[in-house]
T-cell receptor
Framework: QQQVKQSPQSLIVQKGGISIINCAYE??????FPWYQQFPGKGPALLIA?????SEKKEGRFTISFNKSAKQFSLHIMDSQPGDSATYFC??????????FGAGTRLFVKA | GAGVSQSPSNKVTEKGKDVELRCDPI?????LYWYRQSLGQGLEFLIY????????KSGLPSDRFSAERTGGSVSTLTIQRTQQEDSAVYLC??????????????FGNGTRLTVT
C-alpha cells in the first residue's frame, strides 16, 4: 500500500514567520506531488504541485522542496499570515487515478 | 464557472436509516471521485468513476456503501443501514481526466453526515 506520511500534525507560527510541513513517501513510482489547502467548511483546493524532475518550485510565498534520495518533500510558507491558517495536505500521485493524501497539518498563524 | 456542487451540505440521520448524497461535478470533467474525511483525519478514497468505464470501488468500506454516476455527470453515494462510525464529511471531487499534473482534483464543500 502506497503511503505518504505527513508531519507535524499541527503547527502554530507567529505572523511573519516560516511554516514548514514535511512529507515522506514510500513508493518510488510517482507522477507528481500536489499540496492541497483546506479552510474550515470547505473542500480542499490545489495550492501548488511539483514534478519529480525538479527539486524546488516557488509560487509567491509558497515553496515546495523535493529531496528524491531521501524520499521527502516539504512545503514552506514564507511570511506566514493569519489568512494562511488552514489544513494542508500533501499528496502523492502515481500515474493511476488515485491521489493518496497525507493525514493533514493544521496550521494556525498567530496575529 | 460553477464548481463541484454537493447536496445536502448537512445531513443528520438515525442509525439504521439509508442516506443518499449527491454530487454535481464540473461540466466537462470526466473523472469523479468520492472521499471520506473523518474529524481531524485525512482523506480516505472511496470510489472513482472515469467516463463509461467500470468504477473502481476498491475504497468502499463495506457493502452498505454504493455509488452511481448517471449519464457521466451527476453521482449519488448511498449508505444503507447507517452506523455511527459512518459519521464524517463526504467529499466529492472531479477532474478533467484521470488526475495528472495539469488535471488536479476540484473538490466540493462536502456533505457533513451525522448518524445519531
Amino acid at each position: 500500500q502506497q503511503q505518504v506520511k505527513q508531519s507535524p500534525q499541527s503547527l502554530i507560527v507567529q505572523k511573519g514567520g516560516i511554516s514548514i510541513i514535511n512529507c515522506a513517501y514510500e513508493n518510488t513510482a510517482f507522477d507528481y506531488f500536489p499540496w492541497y489547502q483546506q479552510f474550515p467548511g470547505k473542500g480542499p483546493a490545489l495550492l501548488i504541485a511539483i514534478r519529480p524532475d525538479v527539486s524546488e518550485k516557488k509560487e509567491g510565498r509558497f515553496t515546495i522542496s523535493f529531496n528524491k534520495s531521501a524520499k521527502q518533500f516539504s512545503l514552506h510558507i514564507m511570511d506566514s499570515q493569519p489568512g494562511d491558517s488552514a489544513t494542508y495536505f500533501c499528496a502523492f500521485h502515481t500515474g493511476g487515478f488515485k491521489t493518496i493524501f497525507g493525514a493533514g497539518t493544521r496550521l494556525f498563524v498567530k496575529a | 464557472g460553477a464548481g463541484v456542487s454537493q447536496s445536502p451540505s448537512n445531513k443528520v440521520t438515525e442509525k439504521g436509516k439509508d442516506v443518499e448524497l449527491r454530487c454535481d461535478p464540473i461540466s466537462g470533467h470526466t473523472a469523479l471521485y468520492w472521499y471520506r474525511q473523518s474529524l481531524g483525519q485525512g482523506l480516505e478514497f472511496l470510489i472513482y468513476f472515469q467516463g463509461n468505464s467500470a468504477p473502481d470501488k476498491s475504497g468502499l468500506p463495506s457493502d452498505r456503501f454504493s455509488a452511481e454516476r448517471t449519464g457521466g455527470s451527476v453521482s449519488t453515494l448511498t449508505i444503507q443501514r447507517t452506523q455511527q462510525e459512518d459519521s464524517a464529511v463526504y467529499l466529492c471531487a472531479s477532474s478533467l481526466a484521470s488526475t495528472g499534473y495539469n488535471s488536479p482534483l476540484h473538490f466540493g464543500n462536502g456533505t457533513r453526515l451525522t448518524v445519531t
